[in-house]
């Protein structure tokens, strides 16, 4: 297999929205957001492969030089290797992806999520960044799709945070704000033993709507965006139908798992693309 079949099949494994939304982009367009892609994988899932927090800033410092000489020579690593010739063929800024590693250390350790201001600012910087240099893939440059991509990142971090919190709480990380969980009384510690309380379930909510003011706000700013952008937009597709779901989730939702189903995920991504609107929330 080579580096691009391989660096696809990791993508469609792993972030199938993403990989479905840049089938609707034009083919010369693709292997950029395909690249993109891959790399938000690879740092997002270095918490999950390391033990201890060094091992995790060797990694990130292994990236950030990969990134800061793009002209070195081939390294061998498929999502490096695409990564670099994206940013050649698309003229992609690099100080983004910078940010992206450096606002992931937080992954690396135990340390609260401090405020609601901060999360946004860490989702601006991660999955906000990948939505913006994925419409600078797509049209050229990104001064008239950064606001949007802002309130995307937001809107996708929110839910993926909550759709896995299950998983983030068993490994005793706390990502929910918490200045959220402080307006509501939820204790950090009773969440991190899964302790199913109204306080708890309170806070989740206000983060639900939080979501979805976001979403708002790229529902009102997506139909002025250049219409060859829409791809980089379209993973947002999914996040109404995933909020719903967390909403309703059955049993204890520190503890459960959700999902939406591929045909629905699939569905959400193409009467997107098909309508250049996200649904009404």
Same mark, same amino acid.
């Given at each position: 297999?080579?580096?691009?079949?391989?660096?696809?099949?990791?993508?469609?494994?792993?972030?199938?929205?993403?990989?479905?939304?840049?089938?609707?982009?034009?083919?010369?367009?693709?292997?950029?957001?395909?690249?993109?892609?891959?790399?938000?994988?690879?740092?997002?899932?270095?918490?999950?492969?390391?033990?201890?927090?060094?091992?995790?800033?060797?990694?990130?410092?292994?990236?950030?030089?990969?990134?800061?000489?793009?002209?070195?020579?081939?390294?061998?690593?498929?999502?490096?290797?695409?990564?670099?010739?994206?940013?050649?063929?698309?003229?992609?800024?690099?100080?983004?992806?910078?940010?992206?590693?450096?606002?992931?250390?937080?992954?690396?350790?135990?340390?609260?999520?401090?405020?609601?201001?901060?999360?946004?600012?860490?989702?601006?910087?991660?999955?906000?960044?990948?939505?913006?240099?994925?419409?600078?893939?797509?049209?050229?440059?990104?001064?008239?799709?950064?606001?949007?991509?802002?309130?995307?990142?937001? !809107? #996708?971090?929110?839910?993926?945070?909550? =759709? &896995?919190? /299950? +998983?983030? $709480?068993? %490994?005793?990380?706390?990502?929910?704000?918490?200045?959220?969980?402080?307006?509501?009384?939820?204790?950090?510690?009773?969440?991190?033993?899964?302790?199913?309380?109204?306080?708890?379930?309170?806070?989740?909510?206000?983060?639900?709507?939080?979501?979805?003011?976001?979403?708002?706000?790229?529902?009102?700013?997506?139909?002025?965006?250049?219409?060859? !952008? #829409?791809?980089?937009?379209?993973?947002? =597709? &999914?996040? /109404? +139908?995933? $909020?719903? %779901?967390?909403?309703?989730?059955?049993?204890?939702?520190?503890?459960?798992?959700?999902?939406?189903?591929?045909?629905?995920?699939?569905?959400?991504?193409?009467?997107?693309?098909?309508?250049?609107?996200?649904?009404?929330?």
């Amino acid at each position: 297999m080579d580096a691009a079949a391989h660096l696809t099949a990791f993508v469609r494994s792993h972030d199938p929205d993403r990989y479905r939304a840049a089938l609707f982009a034009p083919a010369a367009a693709r292997d950029g957001l395909v690249a993109l892609a891959g790399f938000d994988l690879e740092i997002a899932r270095i918490r999950e492969v390391v033990r201890e927090p060094m091992p995790g800033e060797i990694r990130l410092q292994w990236w950030r030089d990969a990134l800061e000489v793009p002209d070195a020579e081939v390294t061998g690593h498929p999502v490096v290797d695409l990564l670099r010739a994206a940013i050649a063929r698309h003229r992609l800024p690099i100080a983004p992806m910078i940010a992206l590693i450096d606002a992931r250390t937080f992954d690396l350790y135990d340390d609260p999520m401090p405020d609601l201001t901060a999360f946004e600012g860490y989702a601006g910087e991660t999955a906000g960044a990948i939505v913006q240099l994925g419409a600078i893939v797509l049209t050229g440059e990104g001064t008239r799709t950064g606001a949007a991509a802002g309130h995307a990142g937001v !809107a #996708l971090t929110i839910a993926q945070t909550l =759709a &896995t919190l /299950p +998983r983030t $709480l068993a %490994r005793g990380q706390m990502m929910l704000p918490a200045d959220v969980l402080a307006r509501h009384g939820a204790e950090p510690a009773s969440l991190l033993a899964g302790e199913d309380t109204p306080q708890a379930r309170a806070a989740l909510a206000e983060m639900r709507d939080h979501a979805r003011h976001h979403l708002g706000r790229v529902a009102k700013l997506l139909p002025d965006l250049p219409p060859e !952008a #829409l791809p980089a937009f379209l993973p947002v =597709a &999914t996040v /109404p +139908r995933l $909020l719903k %779901r967390l909403e309703t989730v059955p049993g204890n939702p520190l503890r459960t798992l959700v999902d939406v189903s591929p045909l629905a995920r699939l569905w959400s991504l193409w009467r997107v693309a098909r309508s250049g609107r996200l649904p009404r929330m």
